[in-house]
């Protein structure tokens, strides 16, 4: 687990959370401690603050194996993207570093973010209620982009083995959207299952990471991903 913010020049702090388990008199403690703060800044220098260059977010960051992504949404439409790794020399044991910066360009406002695991894929859910997927190791291609209605997306979460993406929509609106193979065609982001609409907007998605729990009158195993 990490604890992550950004500032208004587009600098990530990120903080990884371990928790340590202590007992006293018999009841189980659960106390958090921050590892060392780490920074990753989205935007270069000549873009910070510039018209371009101005991060309102929403915010997602994901870190593992030896690397680092953050991405935020710019103020208009796109959104600014930071990948870090870190490669170690078995024979040396010198590390370098490197960092790759890009702004990927959006049809409209960003309202909710999330990043795979695998730090593969970016998932950017718009005011006008589409989702994009970009995929991270494809360079300059185009997302795939489908539709969830009209609503915006308000929140965004893959689901434990991060095959199945849950969205979250200002209406209430809540679906699960899996990569279904195509006849001769790549495979294509689709609605497998549309939950029970919620009285308000769906405003955090949180996947648990030990067991499957679902909102009230939800299945747990339909959030099975």
């Known amino acids: 687990a990490v604890l992550a913010g950004i500032d208004a020049g587009g ?6 959370v ?15 401690e921050l590892g060392e ?25 994901r870190v593992g194996d030896g690397a680092a992504t953050a991405a935020a949404a710019l103020e208009g439409s796109g959104v600014a993207l930071a990948q870090r790794r870190v490669e170690s020399n078995a024979f040396t044991g010198e590390s ?40 991270l190791r494809g360079g300059e291609a185009p997302p795939e982009i489908f539709s969830a ?20 929509q200002q209406d209430g609106s809540l679906s699960a959207w899996f990569a279904v ?3 001769d065609a790549p495979a294509r982001f689709t609605r497998v299952r549309e939950f029970p609409r919620f009285p308000g907007a ?3 998605l949180a996947a648990s990471q030990r067991e499957l729990q679902a909102p009230r009158g939800i299945p747990a195993r339909a959030l099975r991903g």
């Open 37 to 61: 703060l780490e920074r990753i800044a989205l935007l270069e220098p000549a873009e910070a603050g510039t018209p371009s260059g101005v991060v309102t977010g929403p915010l997602a960051v």
């Open 181 to 183: 193979p195509q006849p």
């Open 18 to 32: 371990a928790f340590a388990f202590t007992f006293e008199a018999q009841t189980r403690v659960v106390v958090p």
């Open 149 to 168: 209605g009209s609503a915006g997306v308000s929140a965004l979460s893959l689901l434990i083995g991060g095959r199945t993406l849950v969205v979250g």
């Open 96 to 135: 370098t570093e490197t960092v790759e910066r890009r702004t990927l360009a959006t049809p409209a406002r960003i309202t909710a973010l999330a990043i795979d695991a695998r730090q593969r894929d970016l998932y950017a859910g718009t005011a006008d209620g589409r989702v994009l997927r970009f995929d």
């Open 202 to 204: 769906i405003t955090l």
């Open 11 to 16: 600098v990530v702090e990120i903080a990884p």
